[in-house]
């Protein structure tokens, strides 16, 4: 059973609202990450974290934002979702010693309309 | 940055069938896993294998770094295998960069 939890799992909204999309796991991990997959099935990565007060923009650009107050919390926000930000996100760990020991969370499927 | 291709992009099998999915790297890679996507959204890492063959139940990777690919072996298929398996290449700060992914559906 994965120890990454994300909320909600999908959500519908109109254009121009704020949202947050929760992330938390419970391992400890200090290597925190969200990254965002295309109907096309390819993942990219759009934030990482490497532990508290740290956060960096990945290899996709996106308009989405990230904080990281606490080790196990690792919100995204959308300060005015618009269409062209409907897609799935999944948010994930690894351990901090070693470069795999990867953990998903199950995603939110993001719907803008 | 380095490319990671895979094939086939769809496999369709009868259950009991067994499948060997490919992955090609344009440059070195000291960081390579494997991933099952199943049909829900969950992903699981299948396999760490930089280099030297695993096995896994009826799953087994094989990657020769020298020669730039890797393979996933999945024999005696079942439709829990059903899903995308994807080829992934991190780096030493964590980050993780997938290829295109192969659609896999094992019918009953």
């Known amino acids: 059973e994965a120890d990454i939890y994300q909320t909600p799992r999908y959500l519908v909204i109109g254009t121009g609202k704020k949202i947050t999309l929760e992330c938390s796991q419970t391992m400890g991990h200090d290597k925190m990450y969200w990254y965002q997959q295309d109907p096309g099935m390819e993942l990219h990565l759009i934030h990482y974290s490497y532990g508290v007060n740290s956060t960096e923009k990945g290899d996709l650009s996106s308009e989405s934002t990230v904080s990281r107050i606490r080790t196990e919390h690792f919100p995204l926000t959308l300060e005015s979702a618009r269409p062209s930000h409907t897609s799935q996100y999944l948010c994930?760990?690894?351990?901090?010693?070693?470069?795999?020991?990867?953990?998903f969370g199950s995603g939110t499927r993001l719907t803008v309309v | 940055g380095i490319q990671v291709e895979q094939s086939p992009p769809d496999l369709i099998l009868q259950e009991g069938a067994n499948s060997t999915l490919r992955c090609n790297f344009s440059d070195s890679v000291n960081n390579l896993q494997w991933f099952h996507q199943n049909p829900w959204g969950q992903l699981i890492n299948l396999f760490y294998?930089?280099?030297g063959t695993k096995q896994n139940g009826r799953l087994s990777a094989t990657t020769v770094a020298t020669e730039r690919y890797s393979l996933l072996y999945i024999s005696s298929s079942q439709t829990t295998d059903s899903g995308v398996y994807f080829c992934?290449?991190?780096?030493?700060?964590?980050?993780?960069?997938f290829g295109q992914g192969t659609i896999l559906t094992v019918h009953p």
């Open positions: 994930a760990s690894s351990e901090t010693r070693t470069n795999y020991g990867y953990t």
């Open positions: 992934v290449r991190g780096t030493s700060y964590g980050k993780l960069t």
């Open positions: 294998i930089p280099s």
